[in-house]
Every structure is written in structure tokens, then in C-alpha cells.
């Protein structure tokens, strides 16, 4: 195995155009440079792409009761927003431009703790046994109340590689709709209206479900080893009718992002297989993991050694991936929500 | 959009007049309705009555002109009612009264205008108009007036953010048909509201419309497939014209 090849992050969410494009292709081992902008003429027609629609929370809170940040990490209920109960992790507080492993020493808070971000009040429900920083809490407002307070009081998980802090504007896809995601589904973020329109004029056929991505980082070690936590997701009939006719004319399904890719192939696992409706997507990505739906993949980049990049595996093999971060490398792709994109399309 | 019970509706500006009555007509045929508007006392009372009559509500305050008001309700309207497949743009300010000429119109007071009446719409549709396009569902409707057609002296500020605003929608209706989602927009005719008080104190409201009427032949025209996309529709000729 060839040893793991760093990518510069890009560090601002400000583009200049459109993201390159490193197109990885199993069904003849090649690898090529082209432009996002381009995908509409590397896809065939008939080709189905499926975009998960989530828009981003602001789901970081600054505690104002302790010393302490918590970020929102998904949904612990099954009902969003109405009687909510989230997964959560707490940080010591800090600026957005330290990073999250210096920040990993958080206050604890126990079991029935109150805490405060400003006008938000909530309560610890649970503490995980092994990781004291993994909690589940509840909040005092439920529906519309419970959003109005999280948009006041939250902020936009920040990263801090970036140049300046991030707001709500910078990671939202062009298609999104219900406020799901804890952290932006970011392989669309480079996917822009235009791009959508000549999607369509090529006859790629778009499909959208819903996915609530989770944080992507801990800052430690033994918790991101757990990640991703169960995420809800919501398939709609009219992307389970456009996946069956896809692949009953054998055409391709193509993910945008890991979380659809997460959602399609936990639900096809179900006893009753890919049918419309919610659930809670619990599958592993990792190596080993045989897909059943989804063609192939358009995502960020990611080095090897990272769980994204074990999921790229189930596509293509280790030795052509391997090339292609070597190639990304050289010819100075850029990783992380902001970066480059990769279309790594499967073996037949 | 016959069937008003598969239809997630926002209507901006709802807590009175044309806005008010639209949500209203919405949600008694059927849909499930978001109303916005800047004040939270009317918009409540508008909204208990909408559920004791039967109908879906739900009721957001933003101010329209604000950029980071935008996020927020559009995230609650979508969670609150479901991706949203109707989007009305009906909120808008005057500028300062009485009406003035348009050389004594304030920078700031024209700025405050065009982001109420034009950028908010931009900004609202920006972001919810994309979802629409990748469901192939939605219709956007803009509720213009005949002073953004005629040069009426003293409605400076309102008429030039109309005149404006019905450009957008020509604009977003040509990128926008393609995916499957109409935009048009409405000159409603001279009503019995508050703005047409606040604007002409001595009308005599006898010979000014019913907002209510106003609103049922504006939910007609979302119903109906002949409106052409783009087009800028009179509410009083509309009956007519179908």
C-alpha cells in the first residue's frame, strides 16, 4: 500500500470558478483532469444522479451556562424538530480558528444537567459511557420555536483551515431544502443552478432524498473512530421510481456526496429493499462494503486512510485510487468542503 | 398545482391585506400554508384563524429586506410544511409617507425600498427556487402593481422597485421553465387595504377592491396551466382572459 498523499485544503469558500474535477474511472482504469462544469458531458444521457437535499444548521451553540461549545451531530429522535432529541458533542469553548483537537478537554456535564446557549435552554438526556464529551440532549422549545432559537443562537460549524468564519450563505447547496444537514453535504456544494440546467439539457435525469450528514470530525481520535453516528435520511417515491427504472434499463445511478451513497444503500438493505419513507441509515462505508444501488460517486477529495476513502473502494480498486491521489497530488488538487471533486465511476 | 392538498405554500407579508387573504384562500383549499410577515401579534391572530377553520398554518416573522433573515425561514418553512412548492412574493413597503416627489426621496429610503420589494424576493427565491427545480414542481408568483407600468409622480421609490421586481420574474420564469417551475406575476388592481390608505388617505373606499375577491382570482390563476410563463397578469382581467 502506497503510503497516504497530502493534499493542500482550499481555504476559502470563495471560488474563483468552477471546481476541477478528477474523474476516476473503474470501467477502463483511467484518470482524468476535466472541470465540474464539464460533468454534464462525462455523464451519459439517462444517467440518474442523486442529490441529497439537506440544508446546513447552524449547529454549533457557545454555551453561555459553561465553558463549553456544543455541537449538534444529528438526530437522536425520529421526529425532526417536533419533540427532538439531538446527539451532540461538547468542546471546550474557543475560536473558530483553533483547531478541534486542541479544544477536546471540554467541561463534562452529567445526566439531567441544565445548560444555556443565550435564549436556548436544553438538558443532558444521556452520556455516553466510554466518551464523556458524547451526550444526548433535549431542548425546552420544540417545532418552529426550537428553529428560531437555533438559527439565533447558532452558528455554522467553522473549520479552522479556512481564512475567515463561515456563515450560513457559505454552506448551503443551491437545491436545498429542509434544514437537516449538521454539517453541509459539501460534494454539492460546487453544483450550481447553471450546472443543474445543463444537467438536464444533456438528459441526465435528477432525483433528490434527504440525509441528515452528521459532524465529520471530533477532534479525538477514539470518538471520530464511531463516526458516522445513525443519520436519518427520507427517500421519496418519485427517487425510489427513478432508481428501479435506472437500473431495470441499466442505466447508471450516480451519488452526490457519501450521504446519499449512506442512504441508498442502507435502505436496499432493509428486509422489504429500496422503498419510499424514513429511516435511520446505520451502515458502515467502510472496506469490505459491497454496493448494491449506486454506479458510481461524485464527492470531495479525500486522502487514503480516511473512512471516505475506504468507501471509494467499493468502486474501484486501492491501485487506482492510489494513482489518482498521487496524480491529485502532483497536479495540486485541493481537499476539504471548499476543494475539488472527484467522480469516481465503478467497475461494471 | 390543481390539488392544493399536496402544496406547501409561503406567502410573504400575510398578516393583512392581499397577503392575509391569500394565505387564507390557500389554506381553506387546501394547502399547507407558511405566512410571513415582520410584526408577530397580527400574524398569530391571522393564523389561529386559518386552524379554527380546518386549515394547515404556520406563522414566521422576518423582515424581507434583511440577508440573514433569509436562512432561517426558509429552513423553518421547509421543515414546517415540506419542501416548498408555492413561493408568493406579496410583502412590499411603500417608502415613507405621504408620497413625496422623487427627488425628495432619501438615498436610504430607496435603498430600504429596493431591498424590501426586490432583493428580498431575489434572495427568497435564490434559495428555495433551486429546490424546486430539482423536484420539476413549483410555481413563484409576484404581486407587482400598475405603478410599475405607469410613471404615477409621488410612488417613485414603490414604483420603480415594481417595475423592477416584474423584470425578475420575467427573468427567473425563462431560466426557470425548463425545470418545470412557472413564475408570473399579478397586478392586483387598486384594493381596500392599509397601504392604499397609508398611499391615498382619501379614496373612497367604495370604488376599491375586495382583497378577498382579489385573492380567490389569484389562486385561480396558480391553478389554471394557461398562464404563460413570465407573463404579468391583471387580477381584474383575468377572468376574461381564461
Redesign the interface.
Known amino acids: 500500500v502506497t503510503a497516504a498523499v497530502t493534499l493542500p485544503p482550499a481555504r476559502t469558500p470563495e471560488r474563483t470558478g468552477p471546481p476541477r474535477l478528477l474523474v476516476v474511472d473503474g470501467s477502463n482504469q483511467t484518470i482524468r483532469d476535466r472541470s465540474l462544469r464539464e460533468l454534464p458531458t462525462l455523464l451519459e444521457p439517462g444517467d440518474l444522479l442523486v ?1 441529497n ?1 439537506a ?1 446546513t ?1 447552524p449547529a454549533s451553540l457557545a454555551l453561555t451556562s459553561h465553558d463549553a461549545e456544543l455541537r449538534l451531530a444529528g438526530f437522536d429522535g425520529d421526529t ?2 417536533r419533540d427532538v432529541v439531538f446527539r451532540a458533542v461538547l468542546f471546550r469553548s474557543g475560536s473558530w480558528r483553533e483547531p478541534t483537537e486542541e479544544r477536546v478537554a471540554a467541561p463534562a456535564l452529567g445526566v439531567g444537567e441544565r445548560f444555556a446557549a443565550g435564549s436556548l435552554r436544553g438538558r443532558v438526556v444521556a452520556v455516553d459511557s466510554r466518551e464523556p464529551r458524547l451526550v444526548t440532549v433535549r431542548f425546552e422549545p420544540t ?2 420555536a426550537l ?2 432559537a437555533l ?2 443562537e447558532g452558528r455554522v460549524i467553522q473549520y479552522s483551515y479556512l481564512t475567515r468564519p463561515l ?3 457559505d454552506v ?8 437537516w444537514a449538521f454539517e453541509p453535504p459539501s460534494a454539492g456544494l460546487g453544483i450550481t ?1 447553471g450546472l ?2 445543463g444537467l ?2 444533456r438528459g441526465i435525469e ?1 432525483a ?1 432524498l434527504s440525509h441528515a450528514a452528521g459532524i465529520s470530525s471530533t477532534g479525538s481520535l477514539s470518538l471520530d473512530q464511531r463516526l458516522p453516528f445513525p443519520e436519518r435520511y427520507e427517500i421519496p417515491v ?1 427517487a425510489v421510481d427513478a432508481v428501479a427504472r435506472a437500473r431495470a434499463s441499466g442505466r447508471r445511478v450516480i451519488a452526490v456526496g457519501t450521504t446519499v451513497v449512506r442512504a441508498l444503500e442502507s435502505a436496499a438493505r432493509l428486509p422489504d429493499g429500496l422503498r419510499a419513507g424514513e429511516g435511520s441509515a446505520t451502515l458502515v462505508l467502510g472496506p469490505g462494503f459491497r454496493r448494491q444501488v449506486v454506479d458510481g460517486i461524485l464527492s470531495g477529495l479525500h486522502e487514503q486512510g480516511t473512512s471516505h476513502f475506504s468507501l471509494l473502494e467499493s468502486f474501484v480498486d486501492r491501485s487506482l485510487l492510489a494513482s489518482a491521489n498521487r496524480h491529485a497530488a502532483e497536479s495540486g488538487y485541493l481537499q476539504h468542503e471548499f476543494g475539488d471533486v472527484c467522480l469516481v465511476l465503478g467497475s461494471a | 398545482m390543481t390539488n392544493f392538498q399536496q402544496t406547501a405554500a409561503l406567502v410573504t407579508g400575510a398578516s393583512r391585506g392581499l397577503g392575509r387573504a391569500l394565505a387564507e384562500r390557500l389554506a381553506e383549499r387546501g394547502a399547507r400554508v407558511v405566512l410571513v410577515a415582520r410584526g408577530k401579534g397580527a400574524l398569530d391572530e391571522v393564523v389561529e384563524g386559518i386552524r379554527r377553520r380546518g386549515g394547515v398554518a ?1 406563522g ?1 416573522t422576518a423582515d424581507l429586506g434583511d ?2 433573515a433569509v ?2 425561514l ?3 418553512a ?3 410544511v ?3 412548492d408555492l413561493l408568493v412574493h406579496n410583502a412590499s413597503e411603500l417608502g415613507p409617507t405621504p408620497l413625496r416627489p422623487l427627488l425628495d426621496t432619501a438615498c436610504e429610503d430607496l435603498t430600504r425600498v429596493l431591498d424590501v420589494n426586490l432583493v428580498g424576493p431575489f434572495r427568497l427565491s435564490k ?5 424546486m ?3 420539476r414542481r413549483g410555481t413563484i408568483v409576484h404581486v407587482s402593481s400598475d405603478a410599475s407600468v405607469n410613471a404615477y409622480a409621488g410612488w417613485g421609490a414603490y414604483s420603480i422597485s415594481k417595475a423592477a421586481l416584474d423584470h425578475l420574474g420575467r427573468l427567473l420564469a425563462v ?1 426557470l421553465e ?2 418545470g417551475v412557472r413564475v408570473f406575476s399579478v397586478d392586483p388592481g387598486e384594493m381596500d387595504t392599509e397601504m392604499h390608505r397609508a398611499a391615498l388617505p382619501d379614496a373612497d373606499p367604495h370604488t376599491l377592491l375586495d382583497p378577498a375577491a382579489v385573492a380567490r382570482t389569484i389562486v385561480r390563476m396558480i391553478e389554471s396551466n394557461g398562464v404563460p410563463p413570465g407573463a404579468r397578469l391583471e387580477a381584474s382581467s383575468f377572468e376574461v382572459a381564461s
Open positions: 442529490l437535499d440544508a444548521l425532526a424538530f417545532g418552529a428553529l428560531a438559527y439565533r456563515e450560513l450563505w448551503q447547496n443551491g437545491y436545498a431544502a429542509r434544514p443552478f443543474l440546467t438536464r439539457r435528477l433528490r418519485e | 404556520h414566521l440577508k440573514h436562512h432561517p426558509a429552513a423553518a421547509a421543515e414546517l415540506g419542501p416548498l434559495i428555495i427556487a433551486g429546490s427545480a430539482l423536484r431560466e425548463e425545470h
